[in-house]
């Protein structure tokens, strides 16, 4: 099987743009998970999505937002980019995810850099 | 909320010996699960191993074996005979019942030939 796909890798985006970014999960996992890293804050849960609905939600602002399609394919949007968006974007898939022993698989990231 | 704590920002071993690299987590919740990650200079993140809370019986993956103590609320991961290949960022983390995810901030390891 493919492994946890990520579009695109890198990405150079100014103040004040919004950014879309893709992930595609191993084939028949439902559940996708986003991530933000970085140096600073380490690894931050954004959400989650199973079957085409927002399970689980972490501390982030509105301008973080998300949304899965049938496929499960899953993208995050962030608008009004800050300097401190500046982070690796992890996604991860699942099988299921309606247990937490469910192995989460991760994808490359996309390395997004605001200047 | 939960919280995980790795208290080793960098951890260096010989090669072919062993190393222990510590987590404590706090949490009220009774069932969850644990996990150990590592992250290589390449950035995917893979699965170590994974305790689940329920199990008094530590986990163990070839050369890769926990203590979990439970009542300690301390899940540290041992790598024995480590290798070169070993070398990464090693991330601990919780995970409830309901898929909340935390992770630890990293103990970067450091193998010595």
């Known amino acids: 099987k493919a492994g946890v796909t990520q579009t695109p890798r890198y990405l150079i985006k100014t103040r004040g743009q919004q950014v879309t970014l893709s992930c595609s999960p191993i084939?028949?996992?439902?559940?996708v998970s986003w991530y933000q890293q970085t140096p600073g804050q380490g690894l931050q849960f954004l959400f989650e999505?199973?079957?085409?609905?927002?399970?689980n939600k972490g501390n982030f602002p509105g301008r973080f937002s998300g949304r899965q399609f049938s496929n499960s394919r899953s993208e995050m949007n962030v608008s009004t980019l800050e300097l401190g968006d500046s982070a690796l974007y992890l996604c991860?898939?699942?099988?299921?995810?309606?247990?937490?022993?469910?192995?989460?698989?991760f994808g490359p990231g996309t390395r997004l850099t605001v200047l | 909320a939960q919280t995980v704590t790795q208290s080793q920002p960098e951890m260096s071993v010989q090669e072919a010996e062993t190393v222990t690299l510590s987590c404590t987590y706090d949490t009220s919740e009774s069932d969850y699960y644990l996990f150990w990650y590592k992250q290589p200079p390449s950035r995917q993140m893979i699965l170590v191993i994974r305790?689940?809370?329920?199990?008094?019986q530590n986990a163990t993956e070839n050369r890769f074996s926990v203590n979990f103590q439970k009542a300690a609320k301390s899940f540290s991961l041992k790598i024995s005979d480590s290798q070169l290949g070993d070398a990464a960022m090693y991330f601990c983390?919780?995970?409830?019942?309901?898929?909340?995810?935390?992770f630890g901030a990293g103990t970067r390891l450091t193998v010595k030939p």
């Open positions: 305790q689940e809370a329920y199990k008094q």
């Open positions: 983390a919780y995970r409830s019942k309901n898929n909340d995810m935390r």
């Open positions: 999505y199973f079957s085409e609905t927002q399970r």
């Open positions: 991860a898939s699942s099988p299921m995810g309606t247990s937490g022993r469910d192995e989460q698989f």
């Open positions: 084939s028949g996992h439902r559940s």
